[in-house]
């Protein structure tokens, strides 16, 4: 079995991300996390139903609704939205799942595992790509 560190290395080499829980809001993560991929290179779709773009893209309601499957998707909603998100997940066929600080539980984390998923938790998209 691959460990964290090895699934993050594998992360961090696909190129198109979707980020659920993006927002126009400059002070939050999922802003934060949105940017620094585009900084970085990454081809990044933002997924939040409440907000329709971020900083003049488009944000989508849901993972169904984007124009191309991401290869990883970078989580940043709470707990009990992660929960729902998994099974959305689970319909694309999306393998790679980057649980940031405070998105996932034991619950989410037993339902990932049971699902199958590449993931990674306890673990910060920011501080990974700052270090690069």
Known sequence: MESLEEIK???MKKKTWAVVGA???VEKFG?????MLQEHQYKVYGVNPNYK?????V???DLLSLPEEPECISVVVPPNVTLSLLEEINKT???????QPGTYDAKV???AKTLDLKI??????LVTLGNQ
């Open 53 to 57: 773009e971020l900083e003049g893209e």
């Open 31 to 35: 802003h934060k996390i949105y940017k």
């Open 120 to 125: 990674v938790y306890n673990n910060c998209v």
């Open 9 to 11: 290395n594998e992360m």
């Open 23 to 25: 927002t126009p809001s």
């Open 109 to 111: 984390l037993e339902m």
């Open 93 to 99: 066929g999306i393998k790679y799942v980057w649980f």
């Open 59 to 61: 944000l989508y309601p």
